[in-house]
């Protein structure tokens, strides 16, 4: 079965700084999707970043891009420039062959001014 | 843009009482998904849908019950709750075209079991 790992329950950064998450995940099949959700404070699930698996190239989206390691079964999401809206719950997410997504726990971030 | 709705954010039920949470999305989505998020246990899959009429059990189906009539509504049903249900119960869709395996979250339904 596939798991996915967030091993930092919880996060700080200052703001304007750079911040990397961490998730590993494992899995035996070769084609699946890696995803990065966040979830502000009593605020919507919202999709940061999403990857497929069969691209190399990592993907990046304005001040998110991720660090996919294939090999290594390793998906890290990288914020730049972090500003105090990128407070949240920040959940990594893998979907396979069957269309259900299985979760990390979830790693809590706050930005400090 | 995604719109998933969810017929309440904030719900204060009694004990035995049976509860429906309604969700609404307005994509053409095929798939459904009804999660709780407890903290330190992160989201948890209760039921999903793949099609109108058809259901699938999720990681922790008991309890609950789910009714899928129409395309676009997907309803999670507590058939007599209970404390231990007090939770936040998350909807998703899923279906794009180019991006099917993408989830769409409504608000969330904030459930306190009394």
């Known amino acids: 079965a596939q798991t996915v790992t967030q091993s930092q329950p919880e996060m700080s950064v200052q703001e304007a700084e750079t911040v990397t998450l961490s998730c590993t995940y494992d899995?035996?099949?070769?084609?699946?999707?890696l995803f990065w959700y966040k979830q502000p404070p009593s605020r919507q699930m919202i999709l940061v970043i999403r990857?497929?698996?069969?691209k190399q190239q990592n993907a990046t989206e304005n001040r998110f891009s991720v660090n996919f390691q294939k090999a290594a079964k390793s998906f890290s999401l990288k914020i730049s420039d972090s500003q105090l809206g990128d407070a949240a719950m920040y959940f990594c997410?893998?979907?396979?062959?069957?269309?259900?997504?299985?979760w990390g726990l979830g790693t809590s971030l706050a930005v400090n001014p | 843009d995604v719109k998933v709705t969810q017929s309440s954010r904030y719900l204060v039920k009694r004990t035995g009482e049976k509860v429906f949470l309604e969700c609404v999305q307005d994509?053409?989505?095929?798939?459904m998904f009804w999660y709780r998020q407890d903290p330190g246990l992160g989201l948890r899959l209760i039921y999903f849908?793949?099609?109108?009429?058809?259901?699938e059990k999720g990681d922790i189906p008991e309890g609950y019950s789910v009714s899928r009539e129409k395309k676009e509504r997907f309803s999670l049903i507590l058939e007599s709750a209970s404390t231990n249900q007090t939770s936040m119960y998350l909807c998703?869709?899923?279906?794009?075209?180019?991006?099917?395996?993408?989830?769409?979250f409504g608000p969330g339904t904030r459930l306190l079991v009394l």
């Open positions: 998703a869709s899923s279906g794009d075209r180019s991006h099917q395996e993408t989830q769409y």
């Open positions: 994509m053409d989505h095929e798939n």
């Open positions: 849908s793949y099609d109108v009429k058809m259901k």
């Open positions: 899995t035996s099949e070769s084609d699946y999707y």
């Open positions: 990857q497929e698996a069969y």
């Open positions: 997410a893998y979907a396979g062959n069957n269309r259900k997504l299985i």
